[in-house]
């Protein structure tokens, strides 16, 4: 099973509708999880850090299950400028060092006019 | 907010050179920089943490000698990529974290290497 795992698309999304990402984690010991967005040929911005009770900030909602280690983001209103891929990030514990990020390899969504 | 600077974005340089990349943090103290690589339509991955003032520590299947790294500074990190080939063209990022974690992972805006 990969680190994270996430369908790669491409969404293919009309403007205003609604649209949700999923996304797997392997390891049970990560404690921090993240939705970044990456546009092409850019860095990845940090969209939202997902809580355990599931958080919300503007369109976007993220739940997060501990059990079945699967994370899901939600967008609302979708906007043209919501098109880009979607990062599902989680924490690689260290054993005491600073953690590093595992990043999936993303989610491409196309917002059409 | 917290920013790293990433230089250069862009490199091209022959097969067989060595390229640096430097990582800068701009306003806050880098105590630890991740640097990552991502090839076209593939996910980033880590290839080494380093820590300020300590040895970098590779990820399994990055070579040591052939990515080097050096974080002698809380405000500097630098890749260096020896004896360059076609195959490590790909898009290099830092990623720096404070130890408070007050501003989360930083990212640089990377650097496209393409060895010819």
């Known amino acids: 099973r990969k680190e994270v795992e996430q369908d790669p698309g491409p969404f293919n999304v009309p403007e205003g509708a609604t649209v949700a990402f999923n996304c797997t984690y392997s390891?049970?010991?990560?404690?921090?999880f993240f939705w970044y967005r990456q546009d092409c040929r850019k860095e990845p911005k940090l969209l939202m850090s997902v809580y355990s009770s599931g958080n919300e900030d503007g369109r976007f909602t993220a739940q997060l299950n501990r059990a079945s280690q699967y994370i899901s983001l939600l967008i609302r209103d979708s906007k043209l400028s919501d098109s880009a891929t979607y990062l599902c990030?989680?924490?690689?514990?260290?054993?005491?060092?600073?953690?590093?990020?595992?990043f999936g390899k993303g989610t491409h969504l196309i917002i059409q006019p | 907010g917290a920013v790293v600077s990433q230089h250069p974005s862009r490199v091209i340089c022959k097969s067989g050179t060595s390229v640096k990349i430097e990582c800068r943090s701009l306003?806050?103290?880098?105590?630890?920089m991740f640097w990552y690589r991502q090839f076209p339509k593939q996910s980033l991955m880590l290839m080494a943490t380093s820590n300020e003032g300590s040895k970098a520590t590779y990820e399994q299947g990055v070579e040591k000698d052939k990515f080097l790294i050096n974080h002698a500074s809380l405000t500097l990190s630098t890749l260096t990529v020896t004896s360059a080939h076609p195959e490590d063209s790909s898009f290099y990022i830092c990623s720096a974290r404070e130890r408070q974690l007050v501003y989360g992972y930083t990212f640089g805006s990377g650097t496209r290497l393409t060895v010819v």
């Open positions: 306003d806050f103290q880098a105590t630890t």
């Open positions: 990030v989680v924490n690689r514990p260290s054993g005491g060092g600073a953690d590093g990020l595992t």
């Open positions: 390891n049970s010991a990560s404690q921090s």
